[in-house]
């Protein structure tokens, strides 16, 4: 157990490291998110009015929902890009925990969306947005947004795994996230949305983290569905479901994996 | 389970491996006396990597089994990777780390403190004569350099045996020449040492016993000495001097004489068993026909000619070194 801390604590710092070398590999978590926020804010904000709220307090909780969900592109563009790499050949092939060397891509996946999620938070409170946290409430977000983290991260890791090249894994993200990502009340009230997206989003996993986020920040309440009126135990739901399929597979595949 | 007393380091026996409806090991014996040198020798596709990774616990066999240093490679992989080190075809390193980081980084991981992996790290840069690039990021260094602080990482602990995944393929002459002598030091130390390799003089140059493999399977194995003789005795070479002379050459000669032929070279090779007699026959005949050659020349066998008379073709075909890795 300790062999696997230490092993997983030395890869973990590896990934890390190579971050100030390559550090294009990071546009995905900061520069994307601050394009979205400027881009809906002063471009489309204008034009879309949301009854009793802000637009800067609907829309910032909705990009920190759809970055949680953006974690699944950036972890599994990254993991196709480092399983194609001679280096995870010697890991394999060394004593240490195939488990280490998975979860320290986790953990170094984690650290760059904590990294993007600050960036988000920072410009979204210099733009004007006005969260209305109690203690409790906070805590509680934080919680959240890291377990959302966490199992986005393993999925986009499953799914780096299985796609042929990091190009394809985009590709993936952009035909499925993407449009998922739009349709889940993040940047539009759901209920003004055309029969078969309202239908979609009632219960598309997205639509639970930005309803958690903006209940919890800005104490409105979702409707429509079970998940948009107890966002925070669908959410919940939502992560245990990604994590309890994601890893064992995932596990399963880098022990597998035949591609050098 | 003894270790350190096995007399085999590597015991495979029927090895299978398949990849959709292409067996790339197919029914492999193998077996690495502790202590030796082995080659396992074949062109591009012929099973080498993909046996070499079987062995390594990176691919599990289809069929057989294969045991390293008395470990079974499939039920027993935690203690085969403790006492193997491979160095494969491709730089095994994190191309965003320096070499140096990437040394102490491999200590480390076997378990080294951070002083005592950094002890290590700068031994190993010391001996690989690497001293000079050491703290250059690995993706900027070049296939010798890097070549070198690969080995040098398989080396971090003392491994009981070795493999080396075709450690000169596509390295310059004189990076080549520096990882031979690395090689012979090891091999000095008396570890024990699996290659693989396309090349016959690599085979020849550093290996006890050579193990020629083709599809997958084996097809001569024997000392370097052996498995010349099994060709015979000299041979004479006859190089034309273009393509329109090799083909009018083969006619003349192959009236005459048993000859072998190596399109890709322009040459024709004859047996020569009463030597300068033959050589001088040969001579004759070709100036009887009149055709311009560039080169004759009575010589020992090569292990080519082995691969040739085993295989009816050249081991070394011009071809693109990522090919097995495609069909792995």
Redesign the interface.
Known sequence: MT?YVR?TA??TM?SL??LP??PERLLDVTVQPIIFIVLFLYVFGAAIHVPGISYEDYMIPGIIGQSLAFGVIGAGVATSNDMN???I????????SRLSVISAQVMGQFCEQILGMAIVIVLGLILGWTPHLTLVHGIELAGLIALGMFAFTWAGVLFGMMVRSPDAMQGVGFIVVFPLSFMAGTFVPISNMDAVPRAIAHWDPISALVASVRNLTQGTHAAGSWQLTHPELAMVIWCLILVGICLPLALRRFN?K?A? | MQTMNESFAIEASGLIKR?GSFTAVDSLDLRVETGSVVSLLGPNGAGKTTTVRML?????PDGGSARVAGFDVVSEA?QV??V???T?Q????????TAR?NLV??G????LHRRAARTTAEQLIARFDALEFAGR?VKTLSGGERRRIDLA?GLIERPQLLVLDEPTTGLDPRSRQVVWSTIRELVADGVTLLLTTQYLEEADALADRVVLIDHGREIAAGTPAELKATVGAQRIDVVAANAAAFGSLQLVLSERFEVTSVPERRTLSIPAPDESADLARVSAAIADSDVAVDEVALRRPTLDDAFIALTGRPAEPESDPELE?AA?
């Open positions: 062999a092993s030395l890869l590896r490291r190579a070398r390559v790499e001679g280096v050949d010697r890991f394999r092939s060394m004593p240490i597998r035949l050098m | 990849f390594a616990t990176l691919l599990r935690a990777r403790r193997i080190s491979l494969g491709f730089a095994a390193l994190d191309p965003h780390l980081e980084l491999m480390q991981l076997r378990g990021l990482a890795e792995a």
